[in-house]
């Protein structure tokens, strides 16, 4: 299997402008976890799905900020309007072992705004 | 207070040298306890997994939980450059998780 792919893997963009950032789990995994990385804060928990439906978002900064799962295979996490104080490391992971099972993690997207 | 904390480091030790990471937490709710380890520009990866307070071993690796001071530990033994990297301590409640902000660690040969 590949893995986890996350595209794009570095974004650059503008304040004010949307970003998507893209998720394929791992195939056969029916939890997919979306995260945010940064020097102050770590790594923060945004949101999770479980069966393709969101579990918990509590995690999620702002309403500039939402994600979706459309299908077993892919989700996005999208931010807009963008600020600078959004430029992080976002990681996508999932797993098929529920809550506590290892998760396996993307390679990220370094995202830079302007 | 942040619910666990981890100091950032950085670490740096001598080839075969013993390294002891550490976290406190505040949430007495916290069950699950587990580290990961993240390369340089990579995703975290899981090295260990414990449930309950002692010990676990795993080849060079060492994870203690003690609940009752709120603190794991991390033991690497025989270090080695190739466990440059940094490491991750995060917790479970059983739905919600936190991570420490990790700890650099460099190996010199």
């Known amino acids: 299997d590949a893995g986890v792919i996350q595209s794009p893997r570095h974004e650059v963009t503008e304040m004010g402008q949307e970003v998507t950032l893209r998720c394929k789990p791992i195939?056969?995994?029916?939890?997919l976890f979306w995260y945010r990385q940064t020097m102050m804060r770590g790594l923060e928990l945004l949101i999770y799905f479980n069966n393709n439906v969101p579990i918990d978002d509590s995690g999620m900064p702002e309403d500039r900020f939402s994600a979706k799962m459309p299908n077993a295979s892919f989700s996005t996490l999208k931010i807009q309007p963008s600020e600078p104080r959004d430029s992080a490391v976002y990681f996508c992971?999932?797993?098929?072992?529920?809550?506590?099972?290892?998760?396996?993690f993307g390679p990220g997207t370094r995202l830079l705004v302007l | 207070q942040k619910e666990v904390e981890q100091d950032p480091g950085p670490l740096s030790v001598p080839e075969g040298a013993i390294v002891s990471l550490n976290c406190t937490y505040s949430n007495s709710a916290f069950q699950y306890f587990m580290w990961y380890r993240q390369y340089s520009r990579k995703g975290p990866e899981l090295l260990m997994y414990?449930?309950?307070?002692g010990n676990k071993e795993d080849g060079r690796f060492t994870a203690q939980v003690d609940k009752s001071s709120k603190y794991i530990s991390l033991f690497i033994r025989d270090s080695q450059p190739s466990d440059s990297a940094t490491y991750l301590c995060?917790?479970?409640?059983?739905?919600?998780?936190?991570f420490g902000t990790g700890t650099s660690l460099t190996v010199i040969p």
């Open positions: 414990t449930y309950s307070s």
């Open positions: 992971a999932s797993t098929f072992s529920g809550l506590l099972g290892t998760q396996y």
């Open positions: 995060a917790m479970s409640t059983g739905n919600q998780f936190y």
């Open positions: 195939s056969g995994h029916d939890y």
